[in-house]
């Protein structure tokens, strides 16, 4: 998948877990983070992509991922992504 096609299947992952659209916001000129956004960090220095979803610990966001440093390829986060949707899709029964 391209890039921006795993961005929409992590927005859709979003939607699905009733989570929050967007990692923030602001309102009235005060920056609101959205705790639980589920987000594809691809901006890492070895490359590759990491879901994870957003915390709230004092005045920064912090991210939780599946624990290591690890980073999966294209192919293994397409696969992944993909699972999750299917195991939704077989919850749902749909």
């Known amino acids: ?4 096609e795993l961005d929409e299947s992590v927005n859709r992952l979003n939607k699905r877990l009733c989570r ?5 916001s602001s ?5 609101i983070q959205h705790t639980g956004h589920l ?3 691809h901006n890492g220095y ?3 992509y990491r879901l994870e979803e ?3 610990h004092g005045s920064g966001g912090f991210a939780r991922n599946n624990g290591t440093e690890a980073r999966m ?11 999750i949707h299917d195991a ?5 029964g749909g």
């Open 54 to 56: 957003l915390l709230d």
């Open 1 to 4: 998948m391209k890039r921006s």
């Open 46 to 48: 070895y490359g590759g």
């Open 27 to 31: 309102v009235d000129g005060e920056y």
């Open 73 to 83: 390829s294209n192919p293994e986060i397409t696969a992944y992504l993909r699972g």
């Open 20 to 24: 929050p659209d967007t990692a923030s």
């Open 88 to 92: 939704l899709d077989t919850i749902s």
């Open 39 to 41: 987000y594809l960090d």
